[in-house]
T-cell receptor
């Protein structure tokens, strides 16, 4: 149980376009979801905490107008990278709290902006 | 502040035990975790320990927690080539189970024959 499905697994987009990444909890309700990004050979960095029905809480240094997060239902959170640029190329991972101290992670999305 | 530190690399011989260490700063952490990441993949939760426990064992994995020193370790017995990966230590600062999770930088475990 407690599976999070994230897609797409990888995406290549042109500079200036927007990309949406979806994160779905398949068999549980995820009140809170988290979005991370990972640069090559570095650790995960928390970008924002997403709560169902309210605005996301962004970590310091993360542009909320560039990384739009929507958590409209208990099973879906989306991250939209707007006007993507090559420096946004990264590995993005979502996770959800299972409510019992554990977290489950999506498989990640590798974004390449060309 | 909230910080989790771990060494970046560890190399062990196949069949030996691997011990990956981690230190954290938040004394109010409730849960501490070990995750495994294989290349290009998402994180896989290996095990977690509650802050009121000293040790947890799960097959080849043993987690030791020294709360006084804020030190967490992961021991992998009989290390195999399939154990090659990056291992992340993580904590949830504070007492809420839905609070954010803070990761260490990851320890890259390599296995030599």
């Amino acid at each position: 149980g407690a599976v999070v499905s994230q897609h797409p697994s990888w995406v290549i987009c042109k500079s200036g376009t927007s990309v949406k990444i979806e994160c779905r909890s398949l068999d549980f309700q995820a009140t809170t979801m988290f979005w991370y990004r990972q640069f090559p050979k570095q650790s995960l960095m928390l970008m924002a905490t997403s709560n169902e029905g309210s605005k996301a809480t962004y970590e310091q240094g993360v542009e909320k107008d560039k990384f739009l997060i929507n958590h409209a239902s208990l099973t879906l959170s989306t991250l939209t990278v707007t006007s993507a640029h090559p420096e946004d190329s990264s590995f993005y991972i979502c996770s959800a709290s299972t409510g019992k101290g554990g977290y489950t992670f999506g498989s990640g999305t590798r974004l390449t902006v060309v | 502040g909230e910080d989790v530190e771990q060494s970046l690399f560890l190399s062990v011989r196949e069949g030996d035990s691997s011990v990956i260490n981690c230190t954290y700063t938040d004394s109010s952490s409730t849960y501490l975790y070990w995750y495994k990441q294989e290349p290009g993949a998402g994180l896989q939760l290996l095990t977690y320990i509650f802050s009121n426990m000293d040790m947890k064992q799960d097959q080849r994995l043993t987690v030791l927690l020294n709360k006084k020193d804020k030190h967490l370790s992961l021991r992998i017995a009989d290390t195999q080539t399939g154990d090659s990966a990056i291992y992340f230590c993580a904590e949830t600062p504070g007492s809420s189970s839905a609070s954010k999770i803070i990761f260490g930088s990851g320890t890259r475990l390599s296995i030599r024959p």
